[in-house]
């Protein structure tokens, strides 16, 4: 009787245990915007991750140039009223995700903007200092909207 109930309260715990926390940081949406500098040392970028949960500033820790697609942020989220200035673009337009490749250029060597967009565990990136002319016009008010904000938080 003691192994029996040993057995069905192990059975209990496991089956129990659920996986919706880790498939929910697996397909949720999140979005790394800001802005990178070219010919600097140091910290070569201002990025923040701006998640479902919450939006977050880079770690500030040196990184390779150019590789900023593996920046660390911070663990506290920055405070609400950054996050509700913020949280309109986890609303990324359809045609931003399709694989038309470029939305900008690459004019000058004094610093771009950098976005990285992963939506359930796919992920595209763009570094661009200026939109292309005929960039779409749902794209453009993205983009504007993107660097506003970004603006905004920079000078918050």
């Excluded at 915007?33 to 201002?46: I, K, T």
């Excluded at 949280?87 to 004094?110: M, W, Y």
Aim: glycine share 6%; charged share 25%.
């Amino acid at each position: 009787m003691k192994k029996t109930t040993i057995i069905l309260a192990l059975l209990m715990i496991i089956l129990s245990c659920s996986t919706e926390n880790s498939q929910k940081q697996q397909t949720g949406e999140e979005i790394i915007f800001g802005e990178v500098y070219g010919q600097c040392a140091g910290d070569c970028r201002n990025l923040y991750l701006l998640t479902e949960e919450g939006i977050y500033e880079d770690s500030n820790s040196d990184s390779e140039f150019g590789n900023w697609e593996d920046t660390t942020f911070e663990n506290q989220a920055l405070p609400l009223e950054k996050f509700d200035l913020a949280k309109s673009l986890l609303q990324i337009p359809e045609k931003l995700l399709e694989p038309n490749g470029e939305i900008g250029n690459q004019t000058l060597a004094d610093f771009d903007y950098f976005i990285q967009v992963k939506i359930n565990g796919e992920s595209k990136i763009w570094v661009f200092d200026e939109l292309k002319e005929n960039t779409d016009s749902e794209i453009k008010n993205y983009i504007d909207k993107l660097i506003d904000i970004n603006n905004q938080l920079r000078n918050y």
